[in-house]
Structures are given as C-alpha cells and as structure tokens.
C-alpha cells in the first residue's frame, strides 16, 4: 500500500523508516529537502509538494512542529488541501490544539478526504521501535481502514471516540511528561547541592517504586549531560501554552502546570530551546 509522511524530522523520519522496513511503499515530504535524502537511499519516494505526496497516496502521516506550521503546510500552494482525493485519510501526529483538528477536519472531509487527529505517546526511541501509543481521535471502527499503517507505529492503540479527543489525551499526557522530567532533573540537582552523588539518586530512583523507562531515559541523559535532542524543549514550551489554553478554557487548578509553564518558557528564553527538554536541568546551575 501507498502511503506517505509529511515533515521528516526526529518522530517523521522514525516513523517513515518503521514504515519502509514493514514493506509499505512510503513517499515523503520535507520543507528542507535534504533532510529527506537519506530516506530516499533506503527506499521511500520523495515528492516535490506536499499536494503531489497526498495525491499519490491513500494514508498521509503529518508530523509536523506545530499547528501553526501544520496549517501552512495545508493551505499553501501544492499543499495538502490540493491534493486531497475521495477516501484519503490524512492522520495528524502532531501535537496540536484541539481547534486545530476540527479546522482540519472540516477542510479535509470538504474535499472528500477523513481527517483524524492521531498524535503518538513516545519519543524517537519508540518510534525507532515501533512502539508508540498511538491515540486516536476516532473509533474503532471508522478508522479501520488505518489498522495495519498503525500498528507499524505502535503496539497499543487507544481509541478515545472522537475528534479532538486525541489532542486532549496527548496535553494531559505531556503535562505528565514535563511533571516528571522536571521532578528527575530537581531531584539530581538536589543531589549535587546536598553534596552526594546524583549516581546515588538515580540508583535509588531506578530500584523504587517509581521508576518508569522514562525516568530511567532522562536520568540518564542528565548525569551524562547529553542534552543530544530526542524532544526539543522548544516543543514542550508549545505544548505546556496548549495545554494552559485548555486548562484555563476548563477553569482547572493546574497547580503543576502553572510551575511547569513558567520554568520551560524561562528555559527556552535562556536558550536551551532546541537542545533536548532534559536541560531543564541548567535551570539549577544557573546562581
Ligand atoms: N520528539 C518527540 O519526542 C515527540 C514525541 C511525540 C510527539 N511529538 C510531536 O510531533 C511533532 C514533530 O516533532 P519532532 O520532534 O519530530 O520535531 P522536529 O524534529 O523539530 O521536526 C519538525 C518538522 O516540522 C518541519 N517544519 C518546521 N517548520 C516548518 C515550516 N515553517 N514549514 C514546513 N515544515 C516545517 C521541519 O522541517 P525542516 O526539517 O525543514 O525544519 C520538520 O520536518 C511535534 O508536534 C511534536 O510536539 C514529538
């Protein structure tokens, strides 16, 4: 089956290449062309606009930065609106506002096509595996049709009904993310200010009750100071202004997100922006 993924960044290219090793024929798109090239070596088909992609394809996979970017990439000239043919399903794994997806949906089934707003749980590790969680603003049985392109993504698929769902689930979710990647960076910076070992911590941490893969993950990127990117921080900023969109909208005390907003905006002021959000970390260092 033709399929076809727009925006090749950290999660885009992981999930092309799942794509490509399971045997789909997968065309891709890219702003910054090069980017792509490395993909076309191993056999996906790159497309000159984002229209001619969607035109040659049945499921088009967007994983784009931000709404904002998403939506241009929608509307421009030869973008994804232009190519959108009857029955083409146009699966947006960004992380993006709810609002968005049911602009996206309205210009998308205009024109024939089904929009769903899918964003994945996970970073680029679990889409090197195959192994996000995919959550799916939609039924089981209306997306059928996605079944196979899905489970290349990811093992476990979370159907929440309808659309829009899928953006909320992924804020609440991510809230949890920048709880706990700022709690593991406090906590080791607690660490060295108490004078032990943050190796100390972290070896604690692991063999308790509440370690979990993800802490294990940034922990150990902490202690080794590898802010190398697997999620920009910049991107957990855009998140955390979604999420207070919504949590405001609700009139919900998040007392965590308020903290949380104002520590990663301050970190990205101070330029850790397109580093890994782990270096949430330096925020400690800084006297
Ligand atoms: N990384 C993660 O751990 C993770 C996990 C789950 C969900 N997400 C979400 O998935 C989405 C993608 O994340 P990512 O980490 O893959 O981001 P990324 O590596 O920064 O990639 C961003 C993509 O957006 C494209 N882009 C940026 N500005 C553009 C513009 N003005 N016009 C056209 N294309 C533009 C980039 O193209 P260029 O190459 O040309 O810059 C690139 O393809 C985001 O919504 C993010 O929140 C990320």
Known sequence: ??????????????????????????????????????LAQEGAILAGTPGELVKNVK??????????????????????????????????????????????????ENRGGKYIDIPVLGSKIQAENGELVILAGGNEEELKGLKNYLSVLGKRIIYTGKRGNG??????????????????AEGIALSEAFGLKPEFFMHALLHSAM????????????LKQDFSKQFALSLMTKDLRLIMQEVIKHRFPSFLGSICYDVYQQAEVKGLGEVDLSAVKKMYQEK
């Open 59 to 108: 499921i088009v996979g967007v994983v784009l930065a931000n709404h904002e970017v998403t939506r241009e990439v929608f509307y421009k000239k030869e973008g994804v609106l232009e190519g959108i043919h009857e029955g083409v399903y146009i699966v947006d794994h960004g992380t993006n506002s709810p609002e968005w997806a049911f602009e996206a949906y309205e210009e998308v």
């Open 1 to 38: 089956m033709e399929v076809g993924i727009i925006g090749i960044g950290i999660m885009g290219r992981a999930m092309a290449r799942s794509l490509l090793r399971a045997g789909f024929r997968v065309w891709v798109w890219n702003r910054t062309r090069s980017k792509a090239e490395a």
């Open 211 to 222: 370690a979990s893969p993800y802490i294990k993950i940034k922990g150990e990127k902490i």
């Open 167 to 184: 953006c909320l689930l992924k804020l609440n979710l991510n809230l949890m993310i920048a709880i706990m990647n700022l709690a593991v």
